[in-house]
């Protein structure tokens, strides 16, 4: 099994930056990818982005260009750098972790809201 804890959510202005990081613990050799997904209220949940252990990365198309996602191998860490917020970036971000077995670990979701 593996664990996993959201952190660096926060309030921000438009044009602002933000930069969660995601604590992976337990089995972490089983993880194939780290993704970050986030749900806005009366939406579906949509891809942000994905790093998997061949380093290969998924980027969803409204955040191309603004947001970075990277790990921290040494730390069981995965980081998503975000720039140039937009209002529509507000949402909950969740860490999700898809193991080589095939199942899911989710964190308990990080809020971000993109306001002046």
């Known amino acids: 099994q593996v664990q996993l804890v959201e952190s660096g959510g926060g309030l921000v202005q438009p044009g602002g930056s933000l930069r969660l990081t995601c604590a992976a613990s337990g089995s972490t050799a089983s993880i194939y990818a780290v993704t970050w997904y986030r749900q806005a209220p009366g939406k579906e949940r949509e891809l942000v982005a994905r790093?998997?252990?061949?380093?290969?990365?998924t980027y969803g198309d409204s955040v191309k260009g603004r947001f970075t996602i990277s790990r921290n191998n040494a730390y069981n860490r995965y980081y998503l750098q975000m720039n140039s917020l937009k209002p529509e970036d507000t949402a909950v971000y969740y860490c999700?972790?898809?193991?080589?077995?095939?199942?899911?670990?989710w964190g308990q979701g990080a809020q971000v809201t993109v306001s002046s």
């Open positions: 999700n972790a898809r193991l080589k077995s095939g199942s899911d670990s």
């Open positions: 790093f998997r252990i061949d380093r290969q990365i």
